[in-house]
């Protein structure tokens, strides 16, 4: 199928299309098959009843193969299939974390242990390795609390420059910057997400 159409000035100032304007152009024209184009029941076309209907439909269908597939299994392969079926555990939706989870730090205030436990994420709480200036000692331990946000009343135990101990039962003392770091990252993505 050919179409005429007219070239009208759509705003481009160049040569090839200037040379165009007023002149009837010969162009392709496509027009879909009915075959391409999927039409629900006459009675319902173009609600949202006839779309659901189409695809409670082709579910039924499907169950029906299925069902057909399950009747030429025999007794042992259905038996490991209801049995493969049951050893499944409900998995948890991504987003949830365990409601039980918590995270509990240790750390040092001037020989005073400090004790926090959080139950939400994020904690509030910024760390980092000692910085030593020219008037202060470096801190014993290898990570301290460098910042807090009071954002998690949970962290309002905390301080600046508080060394760390423990991470839950973890002493971390010793630990080098990079694992602490590491154990502490893990250990707060297991918290939920703060409620706001």
Known sequence: LRAPIIATDMGNSAPCCNDSLGKELDVLKVEPRDSDVVQPPASKAGSWEATLEAVADEAKSTAKVVASAEEKLTPLQLSIQRAMAEE??????????????????????KGREVTATFTSRPIGVIYG?????CCDKAPDGK???????????EAKDIK????????NDADVRKMEWTDFRQLLETEIAKLPEQRK
């Open 88 to 109: 499944k555990p409900a998995a948890k939706p991504p987003e949830e974390k365990d409601s039980a989870a918590k995270l509990v730090l240790v750390l040092d205030d």
């Open 129 to 133: 390795p000692p910085a030593s200036g």
């Open 160 to 167: 600046p420059k508080m060394v760390f101990l423990k991470v």
């Open 143 to 153: 990570c301290v609390a460098v910042q807090v946000s009071r954002s998690n009343p």
